[in-house]
Nanobody, 115 residues
Framework: QVQLVESGGGLVQAGGSLRLSCAVS????????MGWYRQAPGKQRELVAR???????NYGDFVKGRFTISRDNTKNTIYLQMNSLKPEDTAVYYC?????????WGQGTQVTVSS
């Protein structure tokens, strides 16, 4: 059974920083890609950042250089460093892992940015 455990959310003022972590545990042979998505109230879930097993990354258009995703393959863990946070970044952030052929999700961590 695969589990994703997120941590690092919280309340921060606009312009501040947060670092999210997501650790994958369980019966894992190989993780193809991992990423972060977010969902704000009344909005659809959207991609924040994604990183493949080879280290290739892609980001949502709104990131604009403010966030960085990284991966520690030895720990099956990814990180999302978020800088220059804005109130519109307020959302529940979900970790995601593609372990072919299945997609797994974490329980989500709340990020709230105050103005």
């Amino acid at each position: 059974q695969v589990q994703l455990v997120e941590s690092g959310g919280g309340l921060v003022q606009a312009g501040g920083s947060l670092r999210l972590s997501c650790a994958v545990s369980g019966s894992i042979f190989s993780i193809n890609a991992m990423g972060w998505y977010r969902q704000a109230p009344g909005k659809q879930r959207e991609l924040v950042a994604r990183i493949t097993s080879g280290g290739s990354t892609n980001y949502g258009d709104f990131v604009k250089g403010r966030f960085t995703i990284s991966r520690d393959n030895t720990k099956n863990t990814i990180y999302l460093q978020m800088n220059s946070l804005k109130p519109e970044d307020t959302a529940v952030y979900y970790c995601n892992a593609l372990i072919t052929p299945y997609m797994y999700w974490g329980q989500g961590t709340q990020v709230t940015v105050s103005s």
